[in-house]
């Protein structure tokens, strides 16, 4: 009996010597995870539950020249309420009162049934309830003011999530050089235009953070009403862009582009002096036949620019001196064999001077003087060529410009015919933008400055960083040869292939380009493809402005050639531009007269932004201004115009309301 009851003392010692040694093994690892771990185990159990999310900032604004908005972000705010965290007094004392505010809020659903879905969601304990989406800030700020949300987020269950929108005031025009920053779900980002450039340094600002708690079924609320680092907005963008030539180009262009049921076109609008880019326009069509900004073609479509490069071909011969303006050239009676491959002309020209070869755009006439001028020594070429940087990228700021080509001498596309197939814009790629600039340069006295997008970055009013004019070259020629193409781009419009664009009363100068596409394509011959261009400036004599339209792919039925398709787009942005910024000749006066010249300029104003329909009193009007007041107006008139000089009298009384194609007889002196 005694050995029993040592056996049973004993084992009973034995357990609870290991339920002692058990204890103080939980009190050690307790003690463990307290003092030696508990760091780690909390971050853990704070990582399951607690994270922080990112609080995009608001980017910064893209304006316009004068001051337009072009790109904002918008902030918009998703309200959700947390249908558990209130008290059953609190919830039924708001709860109808709350969907009645809902019901007057969004107008198609009842009070009743709002009411039924908040009690739904309070029994089903759903703590992330929506109630509204992607709402503006002063819907956000009505409804955060509701009955029960009041109370904020601990006593009445609000949770607010913001986030922005990029939004374009001006819609679909120049949407696509003002550009956009965007994220597929992949992660990879697209960003072209303006934004796109410079939303890294400038727009994008810093973010912030906020604190969200996990509330079951893969949810999470805000934890705190206030985020833990607010987000700093971004610089704000001012552009080069002004917003009325803007809409004159994109108009123009659109009509042009939806008569010849073309392809795709851009046009560009440049100030002479400074490179920067008043107007940049480019269109495409959808499959649904309309026509949006796609891609921006100016930019970064190289293509073959046909006869718009004539220019430099002549200018490369007259610098080098391999030829005279005044030379005879045999351009035969429009055809002409080329190292045993033909090169044809529209109209046969004979014998002309180098000069008249450009101006009525000869491809036979060009051929001769490059081939016979260079072909001993084709690199001489090639290299004046590469002395302007047409073989390079200009270096814009925008993403994506297109790479130029330009052989040469060894290269696996060079042969005999490589030379004359050049003189006349073939064999070769550049951008629109790239032989705008090119333009720019004959136009601003040989002085060649790189096109520019951007004037200054702004924090509200303080100039973060400003953007001057950068010249790339300071003189591309000589003043010689300078002089003979500004004469004879002129006399292109004047007496050449582009005289259906000349105006007696406003000057323009140009050149003409069509050329043939996808001419490699076996159904060439039955569904011919051109492209057509015209780059220029105006007025000719003292340029404000170049410009340049290119327009892919028109409907052969209506019409193919750069005069006809681009030249009419370039003639209408120059009227329309000009009738806001006349080109005014800057001469010595005396004070009286000085003071009448501004007088006059003042009247013209007025009259331009006053009279839409009604006959204005253009008596001391200078006669070019007058003409071009009356031409875009909103009634259709016919002007004609006698002599030269200020309108003395005007056929049509002043005040009197102008009736479509109604004439109007100016006389000047």
Known sequence: MAVSEKNILNRLYFVAGCMFVFGLAVVFKLVSIQFFQGDKYRSLATKEVVKDVVIPANRGNVYSVNGNLLATSVPKYTIRIDAVTSRNSTFEENVKPLSDSLSRFFKNRSSNYFEKQLRKARANKNRYYLLAKNIGYSDYVRMRNFPLLEKGAYKGGLIVEQTTMREHPMGDIAHRTIGYERFDEEGNVTRPGIDGAFGIKYLRGVDGKRKKQLIGNKQWKPLHDANEIEPQDGYDVYTTIDVNIQDIAHHALLEQLEYYEADHGCVVVMETKTGEIRAISNLGRNKNGKYIERLNYAVGESHEPGSTFKVMALMAALED?????????????????????????????????????????????????????????????????????????????????????????????????????????????????????????????????????????????????????????????????????????????????????????????????????????????????????????????????????????????????????????????????????????????????????????????????????????????????????????????????????????????????????????????
């Open 321 to 669: 001196k391999v030829v005279d303006t005044s030379a005879v050239i045999d351009t035969k009676a429009g055809y002409k064999q080329f190292y045993g491959r033909a090169i044809y002309d529209t109209h046969g020209h004979g014998k002309i001077s180098a000069a008249r070869v450009l101006e009525v755009s000869s491809n036979i006439g060009l051929a001769s003087i490059i081939d016979e001028g260079y072909a001993s020594n084709p690199k001489k070429f090639i290299n004046r060529l590469k002395s302007w940087g047409l073989n390079k990228p200009i270096g814009l700021s925008l993403i994506g410009e297109g790479t130029p080509v330009i052989p040469e001498p060894g290269d696996k596309i060079w042969s005999k015919n490589a030379l004359p197939s050049m003189a006349y814009g073939y064999n070769l790629k550049l951008t629109p933008l790239q032989t705008l600039t090119f333009y720019n340069a004959i136009a601003n006295n040989g002085v060649m400055v790189k096109p520019r997008f951007i004037q200054s970055v702004r924090e509200l009013d303080r100039v973060v960083e400003s953007f001057d004019e950068e010249v790339v070259n300071e003189k591309i020629c000589s003043e010689k040869t300078l002089k003979s193409m500004q004469t004879i781009l002129k006399n292109v419009v004047v007496r050449g292939t582009g005289r259906s664009l000349y105006l007696d009363y406003f000057s323009m100068a140009g050149k003409t380009g069509t050329a043939q596409t996808e001419y490699w394509m076996k159904d060439w011959k039955k569904n011919r493809r051109y492209i057509s261009s015209f780059a220029g400036y105006f007025p000719a004599e003292n340029p404000k402005y170049s410009c340049i339209v290119v327009i892919h792919k028109p409907s052969v039925k209506k019409g193919y050639y750069g005069a006809d398709v681009t030249g009419p787009v370039f003639k209408k942005v120059a009227q329309k531009i000009y009738i806001d910024t006349p080109n005014v000749d800057e001469v010595e006066t005396l004070n009286v007269q000085k003071a009448s010249v501004e007088k006059e300029y003042e009247k013209f104003y007025n009259t331009a932004q006053k009279h839409k329909t009604i006959m204005p009193d253009l008596v001391g009007v200078p006669a070019m201004d007058a003409v071009v007041l009356l031409e875009n107006m909103q009634v259709d008139v016919k002007v004609k115009l006698n002599g030269n000089g200020v309108v003395k009298a005007q056929s049509v009384n002043k005040n009197t309301k102008l009736k479509n194609n109604q004439t109007v007889v100016l006389t000047a002196s």
